[in-house]
């Protein structure tokens, strides 16, 4: 699996195409923001396009229902519903990204991993996948693969808060790894 994750951020971009075709531009902006706020401004334009469920009402619901219950912390529940929205809609990236959060928030990295990688399939753009599978690399110590991942994000939204912070943090935890 390392080995496809690897490929595919190392790989360039191959554009899924979400539906939205207003994301391509928005995309374009992010990577021109002049500022934090324009940033946040961007960055909420497109989670409003990828929180959109495509799908018919019924779809919609149920996808709703995981996020309020992730909101809530009922994870079980959240899980269930999530992975019905994934049932029947396979091409629905943030389904695969929401599920990939429960995942990580029961501690379940392994699976977490696998729902953020089908999310960067279908959006190689997701920014809020990348960063979940930093967290999740540094928290396992794998120092360099969350440095590659982040320079993968910085391609995206190069002006992210933080970013510069947490690849310092990195580098200085992977040399200390080294000695």
């Excluded at 401004?41 to 799908?55: L, R």
């Excluded at 120092?143 to 690849?167: C, M, N």
Aim: charged share 20%; no cysteine; aromatic share 10%.
């Amino acid at each position: 699996m390392k080995a496809l994750l690897l490929l595919l951020l190392l790989s360039p971009f191959a554009w899924a195409d979400q539906k939205a075709p207003q994301l391509d531009a928005l995309f374009e902006a992010l990577t021109t923001a002049e500022d934090a706020t324009d940033r946040r401004v961007i960055e909420g334009e497109i989670w409003q396009h990828w929180m959109a469920f495509p799908g018919g009402d019924t779809g919609g619901f149920i996808f709703d229902s995981g996020v309020q219950a992730m909101a809530r912390g009922d994870l079980k529940v959240a899980l269930d519903l999530m992975s019905e929205v994934i049932e029947d809609n396979p091409d629905f990236a943030e389904g695969w990204n929401k599920r990939a959060t429960i995942y990580y928030m029961q501690g379940n990295y392994a699976d977490s991993v696998s729902d953020i990688i089908q999310t960067l399939v279908l959006e190689p753009r997701h920014f809020g996948a990348l960063s979940g599978l930093a967290q999740i690399y540094q928290r396992q110590e794998q120092y360099a693969l969350a440095l590659k991942v982040l320079d993968q994000l910085e391609v995206i939204s190069p002006f992210s808060t933080g970013l510069d912070r947490w690849r310092a943090l990195l580098k200085q935890r992977l040399q200390d790894q080294a000695t």
